[in-house]
């Protein structure tokens, strides 16, 4: 059965390292936060501190950094060196292996936000937020392209939080679409992370605009 209870509203981070895009969403007014990884910092072709010191200065929300160590010594020293060389609001950005289950306690005993990703079952969502995850991120996109169902993965874990009350937050990630969007608010998604498109294609009606263009040609008339 599912948890009948409000929650906050669903935040919307823009998944890109695109200063450009994040500029344009934040002057929305609708720009919560943003993640990256190491394939946007290359694909941007700059400096990973400068792209994410440049995206801090326009959203104050969290930015989540990912770590590229795979032991969790490592992933813990480099989760403590971007905590002290980057902005105050990064978050730490750790796969789910159970060398990052190990680093996600850590940090969470030291009060460092984490992002766990590369989320694709409810049993790994599951472990995600024992280890005392701030988000986990399951890749809804991917299981789709494997003719899974993303979207399911979202209605399970949000059953399993709201059966123990966990505070870990559901992000979902690998958004392609607006209707991902739209359905994982239905389901209860904290959090979405997505392309500019995405969120663009949610204003976007052909009535809005039919609208919009009748309005503006009787004002014409009328002047």
């Known amino acids: 059965m599912k948890c009948l209870c409000y929650r906050n509203p669903m935040e919307f981070f823009l998944d890109t390292a695109d200063v450009d895009e994040i500029r344009e969403i934040a002057s929305w007014g609708i720009l919560d936060g943003v993640t990256t990884n190491p394939s ?133 990630a690998s958004v392609r679409h607006t209707m991902h969007v739209l359905d994982c608010a239905k389901i209860g998604a904290d959090v979405m992370t997505g392309p500019l498109s995405a969120i663009v294609g949610l204003l976007k009606h052909p009535l809005t605009d039919s609208g919009l263009a009748k309005f503006l040609e009787d004002h014409k008339k009328g002047n």
């Open 40 to 172: 946007l910092i290359k694909k941007s072709g700059r400096d990973f501190r400068q792209v994410v010191a440049e995206i801090a200065s326009i959203c104050d929300g969290p930015i989540s950094a990912e770590v590229t160590a795979m032991d969790t010594e490592g992933m813990v020293n480099q989760a403590l060196e971007l905590k002290n060389n980057l902005p105050k609001n990064v978050i730490i950005k750790i796969p789910c292996i159970p060398e990052g289950l190990a680093a996600t306690k850590i940090l969470t005993e030291q009060g460092i936000k984490t992002n766990v990703t590369l989320i694709f079952s409810a049993a790994q969502a599951l472990m995600a937020a024992k280890a005392g995850a701030t988000y986990v991120s399951p890749f809804i996109g991917r299981l789709d392209d494997i003719s899974s169902d993303g979207l399911n993965l979202i209605d399970e874990i949000r059953l399993i939080y709201d059966n123990y009350n966990f505070n870990t937050q559901i992000l979902a």
